[in-house]
T-cell receptor, first 111, second 115 residues
Framework: EDKVVQSPLSLVVHEGDTVTLNCSYE??????LLWYKQEKKAPTFLFML????IEKKSGRLSSILDKKELFSILNITATQTGDSAIYLC???????????FGQGTRLTINP | DAGITQSPRHKVTETGTPVTLRCHQT?????MYWYRQDPGHGLRLIHY???????DKGEVSDGYSVSRSKTEDFLLTLESATSSQTSVYFC??????????????FGSGTRLTVV
């Protein structure tokens, strides 16, 4: 059975700190890994990663994939209160038209 | 928004009553999904559709049924609601290019409470 595990499940930091969120996976025929940010409503897309070692970056957020060790990290530098959200990791596999999600990491940024 | 709406946004219902949630898209995407979100579980797939009248079960399909009679609408029905079905329900749409899935676009969610 395909499995995606995120850690930590919850994280509280102060504004300005740097955080690293983890996502590991055990799936058959990996295709891609996706990160989403969920504030009050619908998750919104952040990154899609398909190749090992290539960093995707958007402002203060960055992510990288390690297909040998089967994990990805999402880094957020100089955190702001607006970064407070649930961060979801999901994996797609070859031939399957659906995503498998991890449990999510609830990130709280205190001023 | 990418043209996906869910209705209702909130619903409170009694145990044993039937409930139908609606997902409507204007993107003409082939794939539509229903997920539920509960604390500690992330998003879990209930059912999904890969075309009109073509549906398949997800990992938590017991107690739920779906229908897709038109490309734009995907209905989720709880035949006899139970308290364990209290949750936030998300619809999502997706498209594939070849065999590549470029991820989902989500609706705003339906918060369902079964009392």
């Amino acid at each position: 059975e395909d499995k995606v595990v995120q850690s930590p499940l919850s994280l509280v930091v102060h504004e300005g700190d740097t955080v690293t969120l983890n996502c590991s996976y055990e799936v058959t025929n990996f295709r891609s890994l996706l990160w989403y940010k969920q504030e009050k409503k619908a998750p919104t897309f952040l990154f899609m990663l398909t190749s090992s070692g290539i960093e995707k970056k958007s402002g203060r957020l960055s992510s990288i994939l390690d297909k040998k060790e089967l994990f990805s990290i999402l880094n957020i530098t100089a955190t702001q209160t607006g970064d407070s959200a649930i961060y979801l990791c999901a994996v797609s596999t070859q031939g399957a038209q659906k995503l498998v999600f991890g449990q999510g990491t609830r990130l709280t940024i205190n001023p | 928004d990418a043209g996906i709406t869910q209705s209702p946004r909130h619903k409170v219902t009694e145990t044993g009553t039937p409930v139908t949630l609606r997902c409507h898209q204007t993107e003409n995407h082939r794939y539509m999904y229903w997920y539920r979100q509960d604390p500690g579980h992330g998003l879990r797939l209930i059912h999904y559709s890969y075309g009109v009248k073509d549906t398949d079960k997800g990992e938590v399909s017991d107690g739920y049924s779906v229908s897709r009679s038109k490309t734009e609408d995907f209905l989720l029905t709880l035949e006899s609601a139970t308290s364990s079905q209290t949750s936030v329900y998300f619809c999502a749409i997706s498209e594939f290019v070849g065999t590549s899935n470029y991820g989902y676009t989500f609706g705003s969610g339906t918060r369902l409470t079964v009392v």
